[in-house]
Structure formats: structure tokens, C-alpha cells
């Protein structure tokens, strides 16, 4: 069984930065997608970012240029670097992954950042 553990959440001041971690534990195989989601009150479940096994990378539109996901295999630990933070960015952050295979999907059970002065 697969278990996702995001930290990193908390309060930031307009134009701050803060870095998410999502642990991963258990057994997946070698070709996956993880990804980095976010829901907003009273709004839809959105996508912030993905990284693939393969390396590649995917930003929603909101967060180009902003946020940087990145992992350490060593750590089975997926990053999400986000700078420049402003308000609208306030959401609960959720840790995605999609293992590509018969095991399906797995989520995290969350991390909230609230962007306000």
C-alpha cells in the first residue's frame, strides 16, 4: 500500500516563498506521474504541477514561472518550490500519485497554505 505525507503548509505574507514536501512510502513501480493539486474554498480541485518518472514537467497557467516541482529519489520525496506567493494562491495543497498501472491513484490527505498580510 502507497501513502503520500504532504508537510510544508502554513501562513506567508504576500511575495513569500514556501517549499512542500509529500513523502512517499510503500512500493510503486518505476514509471509514474506525481503531481501537485490544490483546492480553493468553494472552487473546483485544480492542477499546480506534475513530474513524471521520466523527468518531465507540467505547470498549470496560474503558477508559471512561480512554483518549481522537483523530487529526490533518494528520499522518495516530491518538492514543490513556490515563490511569490499572493493571495489567490491560498488553497489546500494535495500530493498526487498516478502510478500508471493497475494500483491506480493515490492522494495525500493534504496541506494548507494560507497567503495573507
Known amino acids: 500500500q502507497v501513502q503520500l505525507i504532504e508537510s510544508g503548509g502554513g501562513l506567508v505574507q504576500p511575495g513569500g516563498s514556501l517549499r512542500l514536501s509529500c513523502l512517499a512510502s510503500g512500493n510503486f513501480f518505476k514509471f509514474y506521474i506525481m503531481a501537485w493539486y490544490r483546492q480553493a474554498p468553494g472552487k473546483q480541485r485544480e492542477l499546480v504541477a506534475t513530474?513524471?518518472?521520466?523527468?518531465?514537467?507540467v505547470y498549470g497557467d496560474s503558477v508559471k514561472g512561480r512554483f518549481t516541482i522537483s523530487r529526490d529519489n533518494t528520499q522518495n520525496t516530491l518538492y514543490l518550490q513556490m515563490d511569490s506567493l499572493q493571495p489567490e494562491d491560498t488553497a489546500v495543497y494535495y500530493c498526487?500519485?498516478?502510478?500508471?498501472?493497475?494500483?491506480?491513484?493515490?492522494w495525500g490527505q493534504g496541506t494548507q497554505v494560507t497567503v495573507s498580510s
Open positions: 498526487k500519485l498516478n502510478t500508471l498501472s493497475t494500483m491506480g491513484d493515490f
Open positions: 513530474l513524471s518518472s521520466s523527468g518531465s514537467t
